[in-house]
């Protein structure tokens, strides 16, 4: 007999197979002194059950199969063959009994699988011959195979694979915020199923990201939890929206969700809110995260039902809190088959875990990972605060940027201006807040924007005496194709917050007003089409990168330090160089901005954005704008321009422009050196060029500016 057993773990040199020989052996043993003699062969067709050595003892034939199936009937002294029977059919005699029995028993403490082996060794006198007829023996293979299957991994042992269609995603969001379409932007990319609770409701569940509160969300999950108690075979996996984005998609939360072996699964965290004095109720966890966070949970909808009926308090009761008293009650946790993700499998918070969570680019994918447990979460969430980090991985989970693909979503709704036949009205707020070089030509630029400027209207705020003749100057010929044009100048001694507040108040009072367009004196726009692109791009607020000319000075910042100023951060140098190019939401951004006039009077409907505290203006707006929940963009999809250098600008020179040499050096050449002066390099030419006052210059320079000429004469 030989039976082929596929490998089940018995070493790598089986190859796969592992071949089993059922052949006759004879064994010749020399006599031993006092040892009982040697049986009678048995009969020719006769075999033993024995276990074979290198079998695994997952595969041991159970033993009723045998002492239930055959007995064993002993054989006489004389050799004559003995037959196994059904036990149904033949006598009950004690001693067959016992000697089937010890049969049983004898295979019984075999450590591996049962086997058919030929029976021709050498066997003691209490152990009988089985004769046993070819129709038995195929029963007794069939017997001894049957088992392996599912020790071998047969699919009646695996557990089901839960179809995507039966996982669904509840969020509640009483408003729709940049946060909320940025996580159904996520949801929409891996084609997850969301029910939003609380829509076109008033949020009652409290005031700030530092206060307890969330308990409305508990309510609507209590009420919409209902239509779903009996659907056993239903996950749900609620989450906030706000703060969480997708990195991974239904089939990996579902298998992820089937290996922790609970009924219902909450995220985990490092950080106790908002009672640190449950702590010691808590189960200890020796490795991962001990605390339970309601910001994500996943469970069969019965048992989540369960949970949420238990909800009798107020909307601005705290639903941590809630949840963390059923799950730290271990009668309830056992009952409700309820654990954490400690190891941040399914759920990562980022409080508390800045460092433990990294962007990897793998296989042209972005993702999240956690380096400290080498898992990858699957719905990443920014709680307390953690949303300028969340921001940046916004960035590129899930795969909004790739290293082979670039930006995918810089072409996700936007505008496209040409096919309209009106453009949008914008308000250009300039602001003159220093003495600032090149100021003529900055004016100038603005009348050079590829606009329709009837579209357009000034606001104007010049703090500086010394450039009230440029805005004059300037004036006399924007009144020509400007039609309003509204200037507040040094008179008026306004500070720069007053100043930018009431620029953005021109365009929020103004309900024809569709942009605000702020620029600052020291931004050289070079692209004439700047306004057009930023338009185009249709964001709630949106810069073009502007940086100051071989340096890393940019109007943007890509982190911030935990007191709120600069910090770089991991893309920053990448962005300001061009070797990622996108629509980066970002933390902090000034000097030249464009911002929705919808924007202004709904969540920025108030008129002193521009203080806060100590902050400088620039500091206030942004955070004003993160607190609202306003996502900041700065693109640098194209050139748009440069900073000008003003710490150093001198007024005091006759021609002050003159010596930004050194400070400005790409402004000054434009100003002062012609733009063919290479010529006279590769060409023939000199000019000669000769003055009154005794001095005879010959110059190479093909232009000589009034102001070179000035300071030579003197």
């Given at each position: 007999?030989?039976?082929?057993?596929?490998?089940?773990?018995?070493?790598?040199?089986?190859?796969?197979?592992?071949?089993?020989?059922?052949?006759?052996?004879?064994?010749?043993?020399?006599?031993?002194?006092?040892?009982?003699?040697?049986?009678?062969?048995?009969?020719?067709?006769?075999?033993?059950?024995?276990?074979?050595?290198?079998?695994?003892?997952?595969?041991?034939?159970?033993?009723?199969?045998?002492?239930?199936?055959?007995?064993?009937?002993?054989?006489?002294?004389?050799?004559?063959?003995?037959?196994?029977?059904?036990?149904?059919?033949?006598?009950?005699?004690?001693?067959?009994?016992?000697?089937?029995?010890?049969?049983?028993?004898?295979?019984?403490?075999?450590?591996?699988?049962?086997?058919?082996?030929?029976?021709?060794?050498?066997?003691?006198?209490?152990?009988?011959?089985?004769?046993?007829?070819?129709?038995?023996?195929?029963?007794?293979?069939?017997?001894?195979?049957?088992?392996?299957?599912?020790?071998?991994?047969?699919?009646?042992?695996?557990?089901?694979?839960?179809?995507?269609?039966?996982?669904?995603?509840?969020?509640?969001?009483?408003?729709?915020?940049?946060?909320?379409?940025?996580?159904?932007?996520?949801?929409?990319?891996?084609?997850?199923?969301?029910?939003?609770?609380?829509?076109?409701?008033?949020?009652?569940?409290?005031?700030?990201?530092?206060?307890?509160?969330?308990?409305?969300?508990?309510?609507?999950?209590?009420?919409?939890?209902?239509?779903?108690?009996?659907?056993?075979?239903?996950?749900?996996?609620?989450?906030?929206?706000?703060?969480?984005?997708?990195?991974?998609?239904?089939?990996?939360?579902?298998?992820?969700?089937?290996?922790?072996?609970?009924?219902?699964?909450?995220?985990?965290?490092?950080?106790?809110?908002?009672?640190?004095?449950?702590?010691?109720?808590?189960?200890?966890?020796?490795?991962?995260?001990?605390?339970?966070?309601?910001?994500?949970?996943?469970?069969?909808?019965?048992?989540?039902?369960?949970?949420?009926?238990?909800?009798?308090?107020?909307?601005?009761?705290?639903?941590?809190?809630?949840?963390?008293?059923?799950?730290?009650?271990?009668?309830?946790?056992?009952?409700?088959?309820?654990?954490?993700d400690h190891k941040c499998k399914i759920f990562q918070t980022l409080n508390g875990a800045v460092d433990e969570v990294v962007l990897k680019f793998e296989n042209g994918k972005a993702r999240a990972k956690n380096v400290f447990y080498e898992t990858l979460p699957v719905a990443?969430?920014?709680?307390?605060?953690?949303?300028?980090?969340?921001?940046?991985?916004?960035?590129?989970?899930?795969?909004?940027?790739?290293?082979?693909?670039?930006?995918?979503?810089?072409?996700?709704?936007?505008?496209?201006?040409?096919?309209?036949?009106?453009?949008?009205?914008v308000t250009i707020g300039v602001f003159i807040e220093q003495p600032t070089p090149f100021l003529p030509r900055f004016l100038d630029t603005l009348l050079t924007l590829d606009y329709p400027k009837e579209a357009l209207k000034l606001f104007i705020h010049n703090k500086e005496?010394?450039?009230?003749?440029?805005?004059?100057?300037?004036?006399?010929?924007?009144?020509?194709?400007?039609?309003?044009?509204?200037?507040?100048?040094?008179?008026?001694?306004?500070?720069?917050?007053?100043?930018?507040?009431?620029?953005?108040?021109?365009?929020?009072?103004?309900?024809?007003?569709?942009?605000?367009?702020?620029?600052?004196?020291?931004?050289?726009?070079?692209?004439?089409?700047?306004?057009?692109?930023?338009?185009?791009?249709?964001?709630?607020?949106?810069?073009?990168?502007?940086?100051?000319?071989?340096?890393?000075?940019?109007?943007?910042?890509?982190?911030?330090?935990?007191?709120?100023?600069?910090?770089?951060?991991?893309?920053?140098?990448?962005?300001?160089?061009?070797?990622?190019?996108?629509?980066?939401?970002?933390?902090?951004?000034?000097?030249?901005?464009?911002?929705?006039?919808?924007?202004?009077?709904?969540?920025?409907?108030?008129?002193?954005?521009?203080?806060?505290?100590?902050?400088?203006?620039?500091?206030?707006?942004?955070?004003?704008?993160?607190?609202?929940?306003?996502?900041?963009?700065?693109?640098?999809?194209?050139?748009?321009?440069?900073?000008?250098?003003?710490?150093?600008?001198?007024?005091?020179?006759?021609?002050?422009?003159?010596?930004?040499?050194?400070?400005?050096?790409?402004?000054?050449?434009?100003?002062?050196?012609?733009?063919?002066?290479?010529?006279?390099?590769?060409?023939?030419?000199?000019?000669?060029?000769?003055?009154?006052?005794?001095?005879?210059?010959?110059?190479?320079?093909?232009?000589?500016?009034?102001?070179?000429?000035?300071?030579?004469?003197?």
């Amino acid at each position: 007999l030989v039976q082929t057993i596929p490998d089940a773990g018995l070493g790598k040199a089986s190859g796969g197979n592992r071949t089993v020989h059922a052949e006759a052996r004879r064994v010749s043993r020399r006599p031993i002194a006092g040892a009982r003699p040697a049986p009678t062969p048995p009969p020719r067709g006769a075999y033993k059950l024995s276990a074979a050595p290198w079998a695994p003892a997952a595969l041991r034939l159970p033993d009723h199969l045998l002492s239930t199936a055959f007995r064993a009937t002993p054989t006489a002294g004389s050799g004559t063959s003995a037959r196994t029977q059904p036990a149904s059919s033949r006598p009950h005699s004690s001693a067959s009994a016992d000697q089937g029995s010890r049969l049983s028993r004898e295979v019984d403490r075999c450590e591996a699988v049962r086997v058919l082996e030929p029976a021709r060794a050498l066997e003691g006198p209490k152990m009988g011959w089985c004769t046993i007829r070819p129709q038995q023996l195929l029963l007794l293979v069939v017997l001894v195979l049957q088992p392996w299957n599912s020790c071998l991994g047969a699919d009646s042992e695996k557990p089901s694979i839960i179809p995507t269609d039966k996982l669904l995603v509840i969020t509640v969001a009483t408003k729709e915020s940049d946060g909320f379409h940025r996580f159904m932007q996520s949801a929409k990319y891996f084609n997850y199923t969301v029910k939003v609770l609380g829509q076109g409701e008033e949020w009652r569940g409290g005031d700030g990201i530092n206060t307890i509160g969330g308990g409305q969300k508990v309510r609507l999950m209590k009420e919409v939890m209902e239509n779903y108690a009996n659907q056993e075979d239903l996950i749900i996996l609620f989450t906030e929206c706000f703060d969480v984005i997708f990195a991974g998609g239904p089939e990996e939360v579902l298998k992820k969700f089937q290996k922790s072996n609970h009924k219902v699964v909450f995220s985990a965290d490092g950080i106790l809110w908002p009672d640190k004095r449950l702590a010691d109720k808590y189960p200890i966890v020796h490795i991962g995260k001990r605390y339970l966070n309601s910001g994500g949970f996943i469970g069969y909808a019965p048992y989540i039902n369960r949970i949420v009926q238990q909800w009798n308090l107020q909307d601005n009761d705290d639903d941590q809190l809630f949840y963390t008293k059923i799950y730290i009650d271990p009668l309830k946790r056992e009952a409700l088959n309820i654990t954490l993700d400690h190891k941040c499998k399914i759920f990562q918070t980022l409080n508390g875990a800045v460092d433990e969570v990294v962007l990897k680019f793998e296989n042209g994918k972005a993702r999240a990972k956690n380096v400290f447990y080498e898992t990858l979460p699957v719905a990443i969430n920014g709680n307390g605060p953690t949303k300028i980090l969340l921001n940046y991985f916004g960035n590129y989970v899930p795969n909004a940027w790739t290293q082979d693909n670039g930006c995918t979503l810089c072409d996700v709704d936007t505008i496209d201006l040409s096919a309209v036949d009106v453009h949008p009205n914008v308000t250009i707020g300039v602001f003159i807040e220093q003495p600032t070089p090149f100021l003529p030509r900055f004016l100038d630029t603005l009348l050079t924007l590829d606009y329709p400027k009837e579209a357009l209207k000034l606001f104007i705020h010049n703090k500086e005496v010394y450039h009230e003749k440029n805005i004059k100057v300037f004036f006399d010929k924007a009144k020509h194709e400007i039609t309003t044009i509204k200037i507040v100048g040094p008179e008026e001694n306004l500070s720069q917050a007053e100043a930018r507040n009431m620029g953005m108040d021109f365009c929020r009072q103004d309900e024809n007003c569709n942009y605000y367009f702020s620029v600052d004196a020291d931004v050289v726009l070079t692209n004439p089409r700047t306004l057009k692109i930023l338009i185009e791009q249709n964001r709630k607020i949106i810069a073009p990168l502007v940086t100051r000319h071989g340096k890393l000075w940019s109007n943007f910042w890509g982190a911030l330090s935990p007191d709120g100023y600069y910090a770089r951060s991991e893309d920053y140098v990448d962005i300001v160089q061009g070797n990622r190019v996108g629509i980066w939401n970002v933390p902090y951004m000034a000097n030249v901005y464009l911002i929705k006039g919808k924007t202004l009077r709904s969540e920025m409907n108030e008129r002193n954005y521009f203080v806060r505290d100590k902050l400088d203006p620039d500091m206030a707006l942004c955070r004003n704008a993160r607190e609202m929940g306003v996502f900041m963009y700065v693109s640098n999809r194209h050139e748009f321009g440069r900073l000008l250098s003003t710490a150093n600008y001198n007024i005091s020179h006759y021609h002050n422009d003159l010596w930004q040499i050194f400070e400005n050096p790409v402004d000054w050449k434009e100003k002062y050196i012609n733009r063919d002066y290479s010529k006279i390099f590769t060409e023939n030419i000199v000019e000669q060029v000769c003055f009154n006052n005794h001095y005879n210059v010959q110059s190479t320079l093909l232009y000589f500016p009034t102001g070179i000429i000035n300071v030579v004469l003197l």
